[in-house]
């Protein structure tokens, strides 16, 4: 048997069906991971303020000194980081610990 010449295999994105995908569709799926990232984020610094805060309450951490400590960090930070959104999760903290209930809405 004579031997086939061998093609250039030419490689397609494709689904998991194996029908291949579009740049729209990439797109899409990128747009996709990046707000589920960011959910995953939220989601875990949501935790932490939740831990901080039932740590505070049963007192297991001095509230106060808390807070100071949070506050020194947060502006020792603050000239390094070129994106103030970077800070935001540190400032939510923060206010959190500051406000006087538990029922508090966490944004």
Same mark, same amino acid.
């Given at each position: 048997?004579?031997?086939?010449?061998?093609?250039?295999?030419?490689?397609?994105?494709?689904?998991?069906?194996?029908?291949?995908?579009?740049?729209?569709?990439?797109?899409?799926?990128? !747009?996709?991971?990046? *707000? @589920?990232?960011?959910?995953? %984020?939220?989601?875990?610094? #949501?935790?932490?303020? +939740?831990?901080?805060?039932?740590?505070?309450?049963?007192?297991?951490?001095?509230?106060?000194?808390?807070?100071?400590?949070? !506050?020194?960090?947060? *502006? @020792?930070?603050?000239?390094? %980081?070129?994106?103030?959104? #970077?800070?935001?999760? +540190?400032?939510?903290?923060?206010?959190?610990?500051?406000?006087?209930?538990?029922?508090?809405?966490?944004?």
């Amino acid at each position: 048997m004579k031997d086939l010449p061998v093609a250039r295999r030419v490689v397609v994105p494709r689904r998991r069906s194996g029908i291949p995908t579009s740049s729209m569709e990439e797109r899409v799926t990128s !747009e996709l991971e990046t *707000e @589920a990232l960011s959910a995953a %984020i939220a989601g875990f610094l #949501a935790s932490q303020v +939740l831990m901080m805060r039932f740590l505070a309450k049963e007192g297991v951490i001095d509230k106060d000194r808390m807070v100071a400590y949070l !506050e020194n960090a947060l *502006e @020792a930070m603050r000239p390094g %980081i070129k994106d103030p959104r #970077a800070l935001m999760p +540190l400032t939510q903290l923060l206010a959190s610990l500051r406000a006087p209930g538990d029922d508090v809405i966490l944004q």
